[in-house]
């Protein structure tokens, strides 16, 4: 989704003293984007308490509900539609249809031209996936599910899309410390965004190290049942875990060649002597005396 930084930056909106209700409401206008009719959300109050991050806490989305919808207008089909999000929308929809457009007319100049000894467009898929590569990101959801058609596998581009499209992260993030069926949670769950944004994986360290966390807590406190007041609770584990997981791998000690086994670099075990080491090996070795030993005299 287009966002002019600017203009929310210098807006009046952006001056909202409650924390909460500025995070909500932006994640709304991330929501609507992907919404059908894009732009658009919901008048339901539960429906827009879930998708602000709030979860089931209708208490506190009633407080900040005015404050969270800014600039949404309740328009004749009974839906919300946000001014600035549909003209991002209209816009992106006049460049997806302008690059359509170009594509149709650049097949045909091909298909009329094979007559003259130019070569027709292939019917490789492949081809056909390279010109949808080239397509600019219009933030538009595709007309189509991304779901293969009869007859034809799924690309795993395609699977990993339809994942990042379909899961709901602050779901799966309350879902882990058993938080999302308990209608007495007020744990915010846009949390998980803000990991998210920072780098986190949700499958590789977020949902794992939250598991791990809270069991442990729970464990020292001897409550199963515990929860912690805010996802906030798991931050510096999460942060620590996305750091060790793209923390390089060590380089391996190399001996060179000819390097001498017994000196003090590569004689690191607790009360090892190599001069010690030299004479027993003489002792039990002697035709070794002059010869090529490592330096020993």
């Known amino acids: 989704m287009p966002m002019d930084a600017a203009a929310l930056l210098n807006s009046d909106f952006n001056a909202t003293p409650d924390d909460t209700a500025w995070r909500a409401a932006v994640t709304l206008w991330l929501r609507a984007w992907h919404q059908i009719p894009a732009g658009s959300l919901p008048d339901d109050d539960a429906t827009l ?44 929809w006049e460049e997806k249809r302008g690059f359509n457009e170009r594509r149709a007319k650049d097949r045909e100049r091909k298909r009329k031209g094979s007559s003259a000894g130019i070569p027709a467009e292939s019917t490789d898929n492949s081809s056909g996936n390279d010109l949808f590569k080239q397509e600019p990101s219009a933030g538009i959801p595709a007309e ?11 690309t795993e581009e395609s699977d990993v899309l339809l994942a990042r499209t379909t899961r709901d992260p602050s779901r799966e993030a309350l879902e882990a410390i058993g938080a999302w069926d308990d209608p007495n949670c007020r744990i915010d769950g846009g949390r998980v965004l803000t990991w998210i944004e920072i780098g986190a994986d949700l499958d590789h360290d977020i949902l794992p190290t939250i598991r791990r966390v809270l069991d442990s807590a729970r464990r020292s406190r001897s409550n199963p049942a515990w929860l912690p007041s805010s996802l906030n609770f798991f931050d510096k584990a999460i942060s620590d875990a996305k750091a060790a997981r793209l923390r390089p791998l060590p380089e391996p000690e190399v001996t060179p060649h000819g390097t001498d086994q017994h000196s003090p670099r590569h004689s690191r075990r607790p009360g090892y002597d190599p001069d010690e080491s030299r004479r027993r090996t003489l002792e039990a070795f002697p035709d070794l005396v002059g010869g090529d030993f490592g330096g020993a005299p």
């Open 49 to 92: 308490c879930h998708l602000s991050g709030l979860g089931r806490d209708i208490k506190t989305w009633k407080k900040i509900r005015s404050t969270a919808i800014h600039g949404f207008v309740l328009c004749s089909d009974g839906r919300l539609y946000h001014t600035y999000l549909c003209r991002k929308v209209a816009e992106a």
């Open 144 to 154: 189509t599910p991304i779901h293969a058609r009869v007859g034809q596998d799924r």
